[in-house]
Structures are given as C-alpha cells and as structure tokens.
C-alpha cells in the first residue's frame, strides 16, 4: 500500500509540473510503458527519438483506470506505443497457440485503452512493434500469433543481431505515408518479434510487407495514426537517422493537433 500511495502521490506532482500541451513550444509526446514486477520501464531509444526529432517526451504509467488515463491524455499531443510483450489473444477472438509469450493482462488494457482514447480525441499514434499490433487490435483487427509456425516460407524475424542493423528488407507500397516520408520502395529493417498483423482493423491499410508476406506497416485512412513492426528507434538511437522522419511526422501531427484545440 506504501509502495502504491508513493507512485500515485509522485505521478499527481509530475502532472501539476507538467504543462498544459499547449503552453509549451514543443508537441508533449506520450510514451507508453511496460512493467516489470513493480517498475515500469521505457528504453531511452523512444525517448531519444522523441527528443530528436523535436518533440517533449512524457511517459505515461502504466493504468487500467480509464478516468486516470483521461487525465495523461489532456497533457498530451500525440503518443508513441512501444513495443513489448505478447497480447492476449483473447482479446481479438482467438484461443491461444501453444507457442504464445508472455502477456500481461494490465498492459493489455492499458495499450487498448489508450489507444482507443487517444483515437476518439484526434491525438496521433505511432505504434512500434507490439504498439502496432496494439493499434490494429484495438481497432478491430487481429494478429498472427506465431509467425513460425503459421505462415508458410517464414523468414527470419527475431534476429541475433543489434538493434542497429537491419537483418531483413521490407517492400513499401508506393504513395503510402511511409513511402512518402522515407522516399525509397524498400528499406532494411531490424526485427525482434514473432507476432504480427493478421486481419487489419478496418478504416486502416497495409503499408509495407516483408519477403515472406508479414505486415510490416499500417497507416489509417485519415493519416493520424500509423506503425510500424519494426523499431526505428533502434537506428536512431544509434546514430542512424535513416527512420528519424517517423518520428518528426508524428511530431508535425501533434503540432497541428495541439493548436487545434
């Protein structure tokens, strides 16, 4: 309990510190978290990327309280999901598959929830591995479980590599946003996951594809939310700005969305 009145009473200050997204110059950009045990964590390379690309970085705890998250919401102007966990397949009709990770029932909530919110507001989205799965479950879609063991002719997609190298190229289609913001028709990207996009949620498109078929991009029709499956981060922490562009567009999203209020 003592553990639980320190978070809220630290979590209260920093809203009090924090302005209101549109007194600051800069867009408020929301990170979201993962939990480990009693800590929530996010890697520097979201919140270096953020920053670099001229946005003012918040992380927002983890909370399945819908009226909490309400108030995390006000003081932001756009929102990066990070990438994670398995999702529970429950939550997009499916029974598990015998090779499912770990999930966290709370996190799952708190994704869905967000994303969802930020959503109805108008607030931008860039969602990052298991923060695209997230966009696509929480808005309609559905995901492979396993890519090994259900699509035929799978390619490698947890690599033994750093995050700074692209183990695997992407096709991107042509007039897409993440066409028009990288300029090329496909790209090396790095990749740690064995999940994906199945069915995409409605009102959304994919964007670009793997050798092998696995989405690897989807963008919504009205352009305010899109990700992507693999970690842009992981090269612009490094260094390579190669996908930097993700996060400045996101970042000229949240401008626009801020001063529209």
């Known amino acids: ?3 639980l009145f320190k978070t809220t009473v630290l979590m209260a200050a920093l809203l009090l510190c924090l302005p209101a997204a549109s007194q600051t110059q800069k867009p408020v950009i929301g990170v979201s978290c993962s939990i480990d045990g009693s800590t929530v964590e996010v890697g520097m390379t979201y919140i270096k990327s953020v920053r670099n690309a001229g946005g003012i970085p918040f992380v927002i705890p ?13 003081h932001i102007d756009g929102l990066v999901m990070t990438g994670g966990e398995d999702v529970s397949p429950l939550l997009f009709g499916q029974e ?16 869905i929830t967000l994303i969802r919110k930020a959503v109805k507001r108008g607030i931008p989205i860039l969602g990052i591995c298991r923060g695209e799965q997230s966009l696509n479950i929480a808005m309609g879609g559905d995901l492979i479980q396993d890519i090994p063991s259900e699509v035929t002719g799978a390619i490698q997609h947890r ?15 042509k007039g897409s946003l993440l066409h028009k913001l990288l300029g090329v028709d496909n ?3 790095n990749s740690f996951h064995h999940q994906a996009c199945g069915k995409i949620a409605p009102g959304y498109k994919v964007t670009a594809t793997a050798p092998d078929g696995v989405v690897e991009a989807i963008e919504s029709a009205d352009g305010k939310s899109f990700g992507v499956q693999f970690h842009p981060e992981g090269f612009v922490y490094s260094g390579n700005y190669k996908f930097l562009p ?16």
């Open 1 to 3: 309990m003592k553990t």
């Open 62 to 74: 983890l909370a399945t309280s819908e009226a909490e998250i309400d108030e995390y919401l006000d």
């Open 96 to 111: 598990p598959s015998r090779f499912l990770g770990e999930v966290v029932p709370d996190r799952d909530i708190y994704d």
């Open 159 to 173: 690599q033994n590599a750093p995050r700074s190298y692209g183990s695997h190229t992407i096709n991107i289609v």
């Open 187 to 189: 790209i090396a990207v």
């Open 246 to 261: 993700l996060f400045q567009h996101l970042i000229k999203l949240a401008a626009e969305y801020s001063s529209s209020k």
